[in-house]
């Protein structure tokens, strides 16, 4: 069965309006419809570095105990947590080279390495 959902921990954690510290949450598997929604949105046409914020905001189901996670809240992000979180979406949603295990033909020595799709 594909998992499509993921927990995470974040490194320092969001603090809502009452103080309340919220650092585990839960992140999907992002559909290419997030990513179409957020190439639409106005923000990120005038600066295209937006779509992140958009798409964690709808791919991050749960934060805490908030009841629902906003564009807003992923703003007020602390810059570490936000790094995490687009590191994780990153991974997750392969927008990085698969890492392989390779030999090397003259040596015999084994290694990982990402897979280079664009030559």
């Known amino acids: 069965m594909l998992q499509t959902q993921y927990e995470f921990n974040l490194p320092k954690g969001y603090m809502d309006e009452e103080g309340n510290l919220?650092?585990?949450?839960?992140?999907?598997?992002?559909?290419?419809?997030?990513?179409?929604?957020?190439?639409?949105?106005?923000?990120?046409?005038?600066?295209?570095?937006?779509?992140?914020?958009?798409?964690?905001?709808?791919?991050?189901?749960?934060?805490?105990?908030?009841?629902?996670?906003t564009v807003e809240t992923i703003e007020k992000l602390f810059a570490s947590d936000l790094k995490f979180l687009q590191e994780m979406y990153e991974t997750l949603n392969g927008l990085e080279g698969p890492v392989v295990r390779v030999t090397c033909p003259y040596c015999g020595k084994e290694f990982t390495t990402e897979m280079d799709f664009k030559g």
Request: aromatic share 2%; net charge positive; no cysteine.
């Open 22 to 69: 919220h650092k585990n949450g839960i992140m999907r598997l992002a559909t290419a419809m997030d990513e179409i929604r957020a190439m639409r949105d106005p923000r990120v046409m005038q600066n295209p570095d937006y779509a992140a914020i958009i798409i964690l905001s709808h791919v991050i189901i749960k934060l805490g105990s908030l009841p629902l996670v």
